[in-house]
């Protein structure tokens, strides 16, 4: 059974909105890995106002954390609306997104925001989910919008979260999606491999 949260179905609905993101964009002249180096940029401002731990650095910390997320979509749409995707694309666009998290968990590291065992679990189990998920392709298992908190989910929850002044609880509820949507791909992929 498939386990998807809202934005997942929300992302199924809204390929009208995403053709349009693709082609305003494109409009610009910039290729889709552009948009990618545009996003772990803002990855990298989030991380910087991360670590000065305050109500205002944080808030900017989720608001440069949410560009970053919206820069991922926008690299996506371009490649598609300008029939650009390749394999390169995809490598370079996954490796940025990990640096990203790997990144904006540093300055969360550095700032204080939660103890180093809880961001240790945070980072770990977010490289997991995706680890699993390209095994997964590997193995010719599709988990694509499978589980409860994909990278999306968790980097939205992180983000609001900052910007109204919760960002201790945000990282407590992303660790929580981490480690359950690890647990649901792993446990998926092992019960498939079985038969």
């Known amino acids: 059974m498939r386990i998807k949260l809202v934005l997942n179905r929300i ?21 889709a890995w552009g948009w990618t180096l545009f996003g772990l940029t803002f990855s990298l401002f989030s991380m910087l106002f991360y670590m000065t731990q305050s109500y205002v650095n944080g808030t900017f910390g989720g608001i440069f954390f949410l560009l970053s997320g919206f820069m991922d979509v926008v690299d996506g749409a371009v490649a598609k609306y300008t029939n650009t995707i390749s394999k390169l694309g995809n490598f370079v666009d996954s490796t940025a997104d990990r640096l990203g998290e790997i990144l904006v968990c540093f300055g969360l590291l550095v700032g204080g925001w939660a103890t180093a065992d809880i961001l240790f679990i945070m980072i770990t189990f977010s490289i997991m989910v995706s680890y699993v998920r390209a095994k997964g392709d590997s193995l010719n298992v599709d988990l694509r919008g499978f589980g409860l ?20 609880y945000g990282i407590l509820i992303v660790c929580a999606l981490a480690i359950i949507t690890f647990l649901q791909r792993s446990i998926f992929i092992m019960r498939l491999l079985r038969k």
Do not use: C, H, Q, W
Request: glycine share 10%; aromatic share 14%; proline share 5%.
């Open 11 to 31: 992302r199924e609905k809204i390929n009208p909105v995403l053709s349009y993101i693709g082609k305003y964009f494109s409009m610009l002249g910039i290729p």
């Open 149 to 168: 908190g994909e990278r999306a989910e968790r980097m939205f929850v992180l983000a609001i979260s900052s910007i109204l002044g919760y960002t201790y």
